[in-house]
């Protein structure tokens, strides 16, 4: 028998349905695993074994009934994002590192409706502010992928860098993450996995710790793009406990894997062809559209002219957002309580020693921004910049059914090298983010391997609810890309 | 520097941080750098353009105005730092 931990979520579910494993047999072979690597890797910030074989017993229980879910069994990680009934969820943050949520968010409440098994939450940057998860109160995440030759550490991307290193780790079938300004994707591309932020009000936000309130965006990160598309089939909802969550019906995603690109014109923005750009990253996209043309798309340049501001004024909406959303940690109803002479004394204590630099910078940033005298020419200035921004897309989806570009404009870097500049770290999101400000849907898909001998990613960009397409789009790259290579397993202690 | 020392414990203070003097140093250029680098936004005219305010036109829900949830105080307090008897303790407020 192959290694369970090296199924796909489509063979695992083939396999179970089969009998040729059990659920609970499926569940010891990640518990295993995760025992021998997170010391290395850092990616659960807990680990969750006898609900992970709880769950598994009942999957099996319902295996055999015959009544299997969707997901029936199959293990998954949960990014510590995710409230979870009676199971601690931090956001990584020191301020809510006693928080044990009395009810479950809607999407890991789908998940576990379909059958899934949780194995732990995942790390993640503090409030998913961070690109490299460097940011987490319980301590960075290392990048299962190293460079050629070279034993020093990587990030794993941020801010789901516990997931992005758990899925590449086989140390769960699939995980969770969230997407703010690149938050899905960035970590896939820097991990050799698949990522998918769906369009905004595909997923409930609800039971989900917020951060940017009109950017932020669950979705799947798993190791194909057909598991991914089978997760967020189950992910996606529409809850009237989410105001912004669409009440649209969620297409069969999987059913679009597979269905080819013939007929479809694939758009490739020239604003994305940024100073500075590595010619590897150049090449990697030219190859993509080598691949897409090869299997029956047409290709079309395109122009976003307004590109190059969706990073400014994502730094104005996304710290104001947060500031205004972070304003509930006061050290009264949950969470972190310093003591101090008086109550805002209190306050400033419990704030000053609960969130860490990033989220102070950014909640600052945001008070800043919000402050009175300052929302036109900040705030509502940047919302018009959104305006601005999706109108180039919706002008090109006139011509194009999806857009094709880099995910990231390098590799992975190497644990530090960019910590110490706010605005170089903020500047890996240039490809990403643009996506959240016009709340699109978008995919990274691996597609080779740097000069470093590390994963690089190619992003699709889809219209409005259109998932269906990136998910042919992304496994026309999948399939002509071949098999993605395995990082060495480096980290396993027994 | 588009942010000022003042300015820094001015917001710090409105955002009810508490922060030091080495710490409102290093946020004065931190800050002051963001903003400079926001401020490329001002090349763009938005006189006549409306704020995104959704993704696509949706309708906002009505539902009827009635309890849907509630009738769970424990669960409500289970987090506090402090509480006695479902409320919530806080430091003496009014003298």
């Not at chain 1, 500031?323 to 940690?329: C, E, G, Q, T």
């Not at chain 1, 709340?439 to 889809?462: D, F, K, N, R, Y």
């Not at chain 2, 520097?1 to 508490?18: E, G, K, N, Q």
Request: charge should be negative.
């Amino acid at each position: 028998m192959t290694d369970l931990t090296d199924l796909t979520i489509a063979d695992a579910r083939e396999g179970l349905a089969a009998k040729s494993f059990s659920a609970v047999e499926l569940a010891e072979a990640h518990l295993a695993a995760i025992r021998c690597a997170n010391r290395a890797l850092n990616a659960y910030v807990l680990e969750t074994p006898e609900r992970a074989l709880d769950m598994a017993k009942q999957s099996d229980a319902r295996l055999a009934k015959g009544e299997a879910g969707t997901l029936e069994g199959i293990p998954l990680g949960i990014k510590d994002l995710f409230c979870t009934k009676d199971v601690r969820t931090t956001a990584c943050s020191h301020i809510l590192d006693r928080f044990t949520p009395p009810y479950e968010s809607t999407v890991t409440a789908n998940l576990w409706d379909a059958g899934a098994v949780m194995l732990g939450k995942l790390n993640n940057d503090e409030f998913a502010m961070g690109s490299s998860n460097e940011t987490s109160f319980y301590g960075e995440v290392v990048n299962p992928w190293r460079r050629a030759g070279s034993d020093a550490p990587l990030v794993p991307g941020g801010s789901s860098g516990g997931s992005s290193a758990a899925v590449a780790a086989r140390l769960c079938l699939g995980a969770t993450a969230t997407d703010t300004g690149g938050s899905i994707r960035q970590p896939a591309a820097f991990t050799g996995t698949v990522g998918v932020k769906p369009t905004y009000g595909r997923c409930s936000r609800w039971g989900i710790v917020a951060f940017a309130s009109s950017l932020d965006q669950a979705g799947p990160i798993a190791r194909t793009v057909r598991d991914a598309a089978i997760l967020l089939g189950v992910m996606a909802s529409h809850d009237p406990k989410d105001a912004t969550s669409a009440d649209l019906p969620v297409p069969d995603f999987e059913a679009a894997v597979g269905q080819g690109v013939k007929g479809l014109t694939i758009g490739i923005p020239k604003e994305y062809r940024v100073e500075g750009m590595a010619p590897e990253i150049e090449a990697l996209w030219q190859q993509g559209i080598a691949w897409l043309t090869e299997a029956g798309a047409t290709v079309k340049d395109i122009s976003l002219p307004h590109t190059k501001y969706a990073l400014p004024s994502y730094y104005i909406v996304a710290p104001a957002e947060a500031s205004s959303n972070l304003a509930r940690y006061d050290g009264v109803r949950y969470g972190l309580r310093e003591p101090g002479k008086d109550v805002l004394s209190m306050y400033e204590n419990t704030r000053e020693s609960g969130f860490g630099a990033e989220v102070k910078r950014r909640v600052l940033i945001g008070t800043y921004v919000l402050s009175a005298g300052y929302y036109d020419a900040y705030y509502l200035k940047a919302q018009k910049v959104r305006t601005l921004i999706k109108r180039d897309f919706d002008q090109a989806f006139e011509n194009v059914d999806a857009i094709l570009t880099p995910t990231t404009p390098a590799p992975a870097f190497a644990a530090g090298e960019k910590s110490g500049d706010p605005l170089e770290m903020y500047l890996n999101d240039i490809f990403t983010v643009t996506v959240n400000m016009a709340g699109l849907p978008g995919i990274s898909v691996p597609a080779g391997l740097s000069s470093e001998g590390t994963p690089l990613g190619l992003q699709v960009i889809g219209r409005p609810f259109d998932e269906e397409t990136l998910f042919r789009v992304g496994h026309a790259l999948e399939e002509a890309a071949g098999p993605m290579a395995k990082p060495q397993d480096w980290w396993s202690k027994s | 520097m588009s942010v000022d020392r003042a300015t820094v414990f001015r917001i710090a203070r409105l955002a009810r941080i508490a922060i030091t003097d080495a710490e409102a140093e290093r946020l004065e250029s931190e800050l002051s750098g963001i903003l400079d680098w926001v401020a490329q936004l001002d090349e763009l005219d938005t006189a006549n353009v409306e704020p995104m305010t959704r993704v696509e036109a949706m309708t906002m829900k009505m539902r009827k105005d009635e309890v849907t949830d509630g009738f769970c105080a424990a669960d409500i307090v289970k987090n506090a730092p402090q509480e006695d008897d479902h409320y919530f303790v806080v430091p003496k407020i009014v003298e």
